[in-house]
């Protein structure tokens, strides 16, 4: 509850300073996080781990559609699009860096004593759960995919 909170001050200071592309971000957030709350099976309460999640997908969203935008040759709309994403991204916790995310992958294996390409599910199954808003699941499943080949 502590992040929502933090949205909603920031959406206020946004609107003040006359930030558009930010405000909009942050509208985005905010609406994602509405939904979240009212779907059917909701209780009405989101945890910062819900919004830290609503959060990525939003921004993953972002970023497919500049990419798209960019090869239809419509850069306005794709700096658009990236900018939203940069104003998301601040309510992320940290990314972490692919040689670290290797690092902790070499663990992982270790630990399930994973060997072969087979092993596959074992090791994405706790790496999801331990790298969860620190990396991308497409990084984590091509580094898995890489090391479990040696």
Do not use: H, P, Q
């Given at each position: 509850m502590e992040l929502e909170k933090q949205i909603q001050a920031d959406m206020v200071?946004?609107?003040k300073a006359k930030e558009t592309v930010r405000l909009a971000a942050l509208r985005g957030i905010k609406a994602a996080i509405l939904l979240a709350k009212t779907s059917e099976g909701g209780n009405g309460e989101v945890s910062d781990a819900?919004?830290?999640k609503i959060i990525q997908k939003l921004v993953k969203q972002r970023k497919e559609s500049a990419e798209i935008y960019s090869q239809q040759n419509r850069p306005e709309l794709a700096e658009n699009e990236l900018a939203e994403a940069?104003?998301?991204e601040v309510y992320l916790p940290k990314q972490?860096?692919?040689?670290?995310?290797e690092a902790e992958l070499e663990k992982i294996i270790a630990e399930t004593g994973a060997s072969q390409p087979s092993d596959m599910g074992k090791v994405m199954g706790v790496a999801t759960?331990?790298?969860a808003g620190q990396?991308?699941?497409k990084l984590i499943s091509t580094l898995v995919r890489k090391l479990l080949a040696r």
């Open positions: 200071s946004a609107m819900d919004i830290v940069a104003a998301m972490l860096s692919e040689a670290e995310v759960k331990r790298l990396a991308d699941g």
